[in-house]
DNA sequence: CTGAAAGCGCTTACAG
DNA sequence: CTGAAAGCGCTTACAG
């Protein structure tokens, strides 16, 4: 099937190119008569612009890009919802590319975008990047680009965040309060922000309420895993028997902790309370129903569009942008894993 | 900033942007000193070519669309994942749309994907969507189209499905050897294909059974949410409190049951069996876990990107294709929802 | 109100 | 080995 183009319907009814393109744009200086003809035709044959040539034209692709972890994982798969419908709404489409943790990945994806030439990039970053060298390419170039929950604090760009240590201070004040004197803290990778923040947030808790830190309390995921916090969990009972409180990283890792207990006769929150991260979908499903900290993935979708969309327009206009950062709320939604009866 | 093309790397050099273009593609009527001398400066110069350009020129753009149902859903963003990684492996980018079960934003979609022009289109249709106007326009213009899982029989395209009426018996069937006689079928809307088999199948599994089907015990989704399966629950408990099993149309459905029985002190297996369809995640960590159909969603995305990319290629080369189907297995996974004690 | 012409940045058949 | 030229399908400043 050969497309439709102006040409054809130019030449179909015997008037100019200009003409039908301006006919189908609108434009007020054309008559009515000739306006109704080449919109006709334009529908019998199914016209449909081409988007290449309008690209090359215009300069911009109507298109963004978007990278994060993983999408098979509640908290992004949220924010790329949020992304796919709020850019759609403006007329953008969102090409979706995982990098699966890996830097390395990462960076082939980032070229694969500007090569592509959307018009504007959001990003969550893999646990093992950093400012790296493509991180600046996208500034170098000024592409317009909006980094989300997973950021690095050194770029210079928009950003959407939560304040993951007075989150993480929260949650492990929740537990204190509860009356846990020994927590443990499974963490997350050493290089990531938001989790080194939350960290800080648990050592500041504990400091606050003068519970002395202990090294041996803290357990470093490298995956994030289901599988590392089921296997922590085994670890944690037998090195600290007298552990009473855990807060992990994220909900899918306290679940893991959460499935050995249930599995192994621990009782939950009586010998230990859990509190998670992110209010996954699951955790009010579960037994003991769990305890976690609400970030709105929702929202931050929205926002980082947001963002984006303004230094786009800005960008198209010439107009000098000045990067935003917008820090969202969180709460702790206190289930069952925490509240002793 | 202002983009590097080859006219500047021609001028720098001079020599002519034939030659540029040529050195950049590794032709071989280059010489090997100029070759070098475009490279060095293309990479210093950061160039990439516009692929705005090339897009016009060779008329593909190297990208598919995607229009799934909703992005935050175990089986659909398990195929996302499948496809995204499969496509970028072949060069290929992936726009993604949901359709949030409308088949009005479903049509829409369709037409911003025909306009941008995309290589191929891979779908999973919406509840309300058959074989409807916007599927016969995507037909009709040649496009290479596969559809997954929620696919219309009518329509002559590449699919890849599982056998829903054989997953939906053998899962009922289970139901009945674990000694269930008043089984009650949570079944999807009365649209989609996948939700009439699965009813066909849970019917022939009861006929099969000399058990005698009550259209009684036939509950209706309409969303089918987690919200839907918790009032189901109630009400099935006070309508029929002789129901000794449950097959929900999905996992998403029977974790609502699971959590109103729960609630409410209702034994499951003893006084109630559950069995789900999907084998989301969170199946496994509940309690009592929950027994499910497995469906291969990753390699559901892998075959259905391998299959437009077949159609593709023979489109390209102006070959004709022959659209294929390809079936794949599901199996019954027992947990403790299903095994009376 | 209509249209000829230039140009977006590339690719490629063709001539030399 | 190198390059002039046509053309992909559109948009728009300009002339009439």
Not at 28 to 45: E, Y
Not at 149 to 159: A, F, Q, R
Not at 202 to 211: D, G, Q, R, S, V
Request: proline share 4%; hydrophobic share 40%; glycine share 4%.
């Amino acid at each position: 099937m050969k497309d439709i183009t102006l040409k054809e319907i130019a030449t179909k009814l015997g008037i100019s190119i200009t003409t039908v393109s301006k006919a189908l744009k609108n434009y007020p200086d054309v008559s009515a008569k000739t306006k109704k003809a080449v919109i006709d035709l334009a529908q019998t044959l199914h016209y449909t612009p081409n988007s290449f040539a309008v690209n090359l034209r215009t300069k911009e692709s109507k298109t963004i890009g978007l990278i994060i972890p993983e999408v098979v994982h509640h908290f992004f798969s949220n924010v790329v919802n949020a992304i796919i419908d709020e850019a759609e709404k403006n007329g953008y489409l969102v090409i979706i590319l995982q990098s699966n943790e890996s830097l390395e990945l990462e960076k082939k994806q980032v070229e694969l975008l500007i090569n592509k030439r959307v018009d504007g990039i959001i990003m969550s970053l893999s646990n093992e990047s950093n400012n790296d060298d493509h991180i600046k390419e996208i500034i170098r170039r000024n592409i317009p680009f909006v980094m989300f929950d997973k950021i690095n604090k050194l770029t210079t760009c928009s950003k959407v965040i939560i304040n993951d240590q007075k989150a993480a201070f929260n949650a492990v004040q929740h537990l204190i309060d509860t009356g846990c004197k020994r927590i443990v803290h499974i963490r997350g990778p050493l290089n990531p922000q938001n989790s080194i923040d939350r960290y800080i947030g648990y050592k500041k808790a504990l400091e606050k309420n003068h519970i002395p830190f202990d090294a041996k309390l803290v357990y470093t995921c490298e995956k994030v895993a289901f599988e590392e916090g089921f296997a922590f969990a085994r670890q944690i009972i037998t090195e600290h028997p007298d552990v009473d409180g855990i807060f992990a990283i994220t909900d899918l890792v306290a679940v893991g902790v959460l499935t050995y207990f249930n599995d192994n006769d621990i009782k939950i929150p009586e010998q230990v309370a859990i509190i998670g991260f992110s209010n996954w979908f699951m955790s009010q499903v579960l037994t003991p129903k769990l305890s976690s900290v609400e970030q709105p993935s929702h929202e931050m979708g929205v926002q980082s569009f947001a963002l984006l969309l303004e230094e786009m327009i800005c960008h198209k206009e010439g107009l000098h942008y000045t990067p935003r950062t917008v820090e969202l709320q969180t709460c702790n939604i206190i289930r069952e894993s925490t509240v002793k009866p």
